[in-house]
Nanobody, 122 residues
Framework: QVQLVESGGGLVQAGGSLRLSCAASGRTFSTSAMGWFRQAPGKEREFVSAISWGGGSTYYADFVKGRFTISRDNAKKLVYLQMNSLKPEDTAVYYC???????????????WGQGTQVTVSS
């Protein structure tokens, strides 16, 4: 199993940028697809982005396409979410997640981080 710790959240003005990081531990990280989800107050947790275990395939929710970029560094056991052109509606707790070897849309992750708060002011 993979253990996950997010960092990099904070308060930013609309139009600004943040980069979230997810530090992973565990032997299976380099063979696990990874992803980011978010949960806004009063809303269900929703998928944001995912990346294959080798980094060659990436997936995005429509509402972040062209603004967010997911990447990973398997040697450092890190996953990143670069968020640009942030909007107030991006305000949420962002969670890092680990899948099995293959990411499949709708499949639940096997591991979750504790989350990091992102607040975008207008």
């Amino acid at each position: 199993q993979v253990q996950l710790v997010e960092s990099g959240g904070g308060l930013v003005q609309a139009g600004g940028s943040l980069r979230l990081s997810c530090a992973a531990s565990g032997r299976t990280f380099s063979t696990s697809a990874m992803g980011w989800f978010r949960q806004a107050p009063g809303k269900e947790r929703e998928f944001v982005s995912a990346i294959s275990w080798g980094g060659g395939s990436t997936y995005y929710a429509d509402f972040v396409k062209g603004r967010f970029t997911i990447s990973r560094d398997n040697a450092k056991k890190l996953v990143y979410l670069q968020m640009n052109s942030l909007k107030p509606e991006d305000t949420a707790v962002y969670y890092c997640a680990a899948f099995g070897p293959i990411y499949r849309s709708g499949s639940p992750p096997g591991s979750w981080g504790q989350g990091t708060q992102v607040t975008v002011s207008s």
